[in-house]
């Protein structure tokens, strides 16, 4: 077949599409927003592939594990942090187990070039008892997509593929492999299987452990271990794209013992046989030390010495590059044309010039100057950009829809005014519930819902809740409908739009303001 | 072999350029990989992408430090950015026309000395090239072109890749672009030329001001290098005229 450019998001969309997938779900989040665009654009117009977009994660999950359990393959995909708002549904389907094949894609984001934090999604895959499949380059993302579904079938469980931001954004060759049809597999017949009493739950966990080697057996037969056994005393395990980074470098350390490993759990016996033939060990993992510190151990007590980010061999936090791996290999750096980074001014991002958030922010700043006091808990999306000069508007920015629950527990200690600002895909995904309790808790708090019709941080995907529906929505949850007040966030509205915050701030119930004008980025 | 970093601030087309050197490259039985940048920097901030060209298996999707073998930049702060990372033998290519969306950027003409005291580059004013192409937009065409001396595949296969990307919007709009591409290569050759016969980075962005390279004539640009330095006061062409032997003094 003819080779296509890819993403690694790219790659792992059009193996999901070429292995018979008949729904793909998602929520947006870099590094992982391209591979449900990319079903959706490609996908066959000879077959049926439902594509939408989910509220949330954990939605998008319990949506593929619907079509699993109804006989057909689907794929899931979201960022690391998504997996979190997916986590109860993930756990307890290892403990059900699938169906049609299921895959999830979970795209880290090591260095944190566009998330809060940098969790490794493998120690999710481990504590849920759920294979990982971790390629390092963009064909790899593809076969390890197929197999993946391939195994989910296979023992019955779903798999994860975990990609990191350098894989997912990073485009290659790939060369697809043939088509396979639409696979379909009779409805579960056993209603004990999908039921999860204690009962019918503590069964399965323990026959989930009891056949787990079997599991393991299935996964570590998916090609992407390779074991190279060579002169030096020392031996180096790459996980994942950790692997390039050692093969970059591999030219001037040529007699090291490598292994490449693609999966967790890890394949225990090439592991041993390279603690058998080296001396000292070196782990090259782009996340969390998850393999060395199991390697150490909790007693420090592993056959040889372990290096790694544990010991210093390697930087604690953040991605890995050629360099750091060069570094860890004991090599001299490479020599540039100049020795050191410019000192230069910086070009952070920032809110587009017109930006509907840009006049909610010059508002709200000034009704907050006016108070006095009081705090701004915010939330994620473009306006989270509102923390940065010239605005400094906000003062929080935890996980999605933690704005209004913090709001609430913020005012209940005397915070007053308590302002959530939350955007409209925000809102849908997690601020509905903590609205919930605000309401009955008769909270003293301003939510500004900032609407602009559109999920715009992640490159403008539809959002699930916005103009007049959301209104609806919000009066169905109880806010008072004198208490709901859309603005029109322009520069020539701004004297009239203070009116409106000024009262709805000094209000001593649930108010909310919705800033409604749609994002200038909005592709017709 | 190319290491190439191209650098730019968000919304400058960079991806567009990624597109032509990957598909280019792919067509002349290369290997490539190119990792770029999405996200929350897109939003106006510094973007980069790391574009490889190898005749054989590349590893890692990132540059090593120290072997950049190009820094392309559509903006000269931008281009500064990653100067650390070019390899000793590295080549800086890059736009003088910036790009000012930040308070504190710095004087334009410090900048320009600071990429001047790079070991290999050029410069060329993608703004007004782009203008004369058509079109101020195509300023990433411009420098694509500007560094084509470098790549490890003839020019007409970016040429055609300019067409397969730009083919939905119609002839006219490819032309356009392909004519930004050629005055981008033409404004380099002639500033690389003038630069080899003496001038000063300074002196060299000056008379790519005045020369037209649409239509570059190799050893012009050397003449008229050789006029301004033996006659600093010369008085310069109003308009800009060929750079042809003919025309050259
Ligand atoms: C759990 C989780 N899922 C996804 C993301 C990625 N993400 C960040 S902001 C955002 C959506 C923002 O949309 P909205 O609230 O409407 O604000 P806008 O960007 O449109 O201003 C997404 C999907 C995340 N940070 N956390
Ligand atoms: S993309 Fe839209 S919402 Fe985001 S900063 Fe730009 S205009 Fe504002």
């Known amino acids: ?133 971790e390629p390092s380059t963009q064909q790899e993302a593809y076969d390890m997509t197929r197999a993946g579904l391939a195994l989910s079938e296979q023992v019955g469980l779903p798999v994860m593929v975990r990609i990191v931001t350098r894989l997912a954004h990073s485009r290659a060759a790939v060369v697809p492999g043939p088509r396979l049809e639409q696979s379909e597999r009779p409805l579960p017949t056993d209603k004990q299987r999908y039921t999860l009493l204690p009962s019918n739950a503590r069964r399965h966990w323990s026959q989930l452990l009891g056949r787990w080697e ?38 001037d350390a040529p007699e090291a013992s490598t292994l490449k490993i693609s999966c967790w759990p890890p394949p225990m016996d090439l592991v041993r046989q390279l603690f058998d ?41 953040g991605e890995l590059d050629p360099a750091k791996v060069r570094a860890a290999l004991g090599l001299p750096a490479r020599p540039a044309a100049i020795p050191a980074p410019l000192p230069l001014a910086g070009r952070p991002p920032a809110l587009c010039p017109g930006c509907p958030h840009i006049d909610s922010y010059n508002v709200l700043n000034e009704v907050m100057a006016e108070a006095g006091g009081g705090r701004v808990l915010s939330d994620i999306g473009c306006y989270t950009l509102g923390a940065l000069a010239p605005f400094e508007a906000i003062d929080t920015c935890v996980d999605m829809g933690a704005s209004i629950g913090m709001a609430l527990g913020a005012s209940k200690a005397g915070v007053s005014p308590a302002v959530a ?80 915050f000024r009262e709805e701030l000094a209000y001593q119930g649930v108010s909310v303001i919705i800033p409604s004008r749609p994002c200038i980025q909005i592709r017709n | 072999m190319l290491d190439i970093i191209l650098a730019g601030v968000g919304g400058q087309g960079i991806l567009s350029i990624a597109y032509v050197l990957d598909y280019a490259a792919l067509s002349a039985g290369l290997h490539f990989k190119q990792a770029e940048v999405h996200g929350m920097a897109q939003r106006g901030g510094a973007v980069q992408s790391h574009v490889r060209l190898a005749p054989g298996q590349i590893w890692s999707d990132l540059i090593p430090a120290g072997q950049v073998g190009l820094v392309l930049a559509v903006e000269p702060l931008e281009a500064l950015r990653y100067a650390h990372e070019l390899s000793p033998e590295g080549w800086v290519v890059s736009s003088t026309a910036p790009f000012v969306n930040i308070s504190s950027y710095p004087d334009l003409s410090g900048v320009i000395g600071q990429i001047a005291a790079l070991p290999r580059q050029v410069m060329v004013d993608a703004a007004s090239l782009a203008q004369l192409a058509g079109n101020k937009r195509a300023e990433n065409m411009v420098m694509l072109g500007a560094a084509a001396f470098l790549y490890p595949f003839p020019p007409e296969a970016a040429l055609a890749h300019i067409e397969a990307l730009f083919q939905a919007k119609g002839e006219k709009v490819v032309a356009l672009n392909q004519r ?11 500033y690389r030329e003038a630069v080899e016969a003496g001038l000063s980075a300074e002196q060299a962005i000056a008379l790519c001001a005045h020369l037209h390279p649409g239509e570059v004539e190799p050893g012009a640009a050397a003449r008229w290098a050789g006029a301004m330095l033996a006659d600093p006061s010369m008085p310069w062409p109003t308009e800009r005229v060929p750079a042809t032997l003919a025309a050259a003094p």
């Open chain 1, 277 to 317: 033939h080296c001396e000292e060990i070196l782990v090259l993992e782009d996340g969390y030390p998850l393999l060395e510190g199991g390697l150490k151990g909790l007693l420090n007590s592993a056959p040889r010495p372990v290096h790694g980010r544990l010991d210093g061999a390697l930087p604690r936090t």
């Open chain 2, 180 to 190: 930004a591409f050629g005055l981008g290569q033409g404004a380099s050759s002639i």
């Open chain 1, 1 to 133: 077949m003819k080779p296509l450019i890819l993403l690694g998001d790219e790659a792992v969309a059009q193996a999901a599409i070429d292995a018979g997938i008949a729904g793909a779900f998602a929520y947006p989040g870099t590094p992982s927003t391209e591979i449900f665009e990319y079903v959706e654009r490609h996908k066959p117009s000879d077959r049926s592939i439902f594509t939408q977009w989910s509220s949330n994660e954990k939605v998008a999950y319990e949506t593929a594990l619907g079509m699993s359990y109804a006989g057909k393959r689907a794929i899931v995909s979201m960022k690391h942090v998504g997996l979190n708002v997916a986590m109860d549904a993930f756990m307890n389907s290892a403990i059900t187990g699938v169906n049609g094949g299921m895959v999830l894609i979970v795209a880290d984001d090591p260095g944190m070039h566009s998330s809060q934090n940098e969790q490794d999604s493998r120690f999710l895959a481990d504590f849920a008892r759920i294979p990982c499949l």
């Open chain 1, 421 to 500: 600002v939350i955007g409209d895909s925000t809102f849908a995904h997690s601020g509905l519930t903590g609205l919930l309790d605000a309401i009955r808790a008769e909270a003293a708090i301003t939510v500004v819902l900032l609407d602009n019709a559109i999920v715009a941080m992640t490159g403008q995907q539809d959002t699930a809740l916005a103009g007049e529906r959301l209104i609806a929505t919000l009066t169905g949850l109880g806010v008072g409908p004198e208490h709901i007040r859309v603005v029109k966030p322009l520069r020539s509205r701004h004297e009239e739009n203070l009116a409106i």
């Open chain 1, 214 to 251: 079997q599991v393991e057996r299935g996964l570590w037969a998916v090609e992407g271990n390779a074991l190279a056994l060579r002169g030096e005393p020392l031996g180096v395990i790459a996980t994942g794209i950790a692997f390039n980074y050692l093969m970059e470098n591999l030219g």
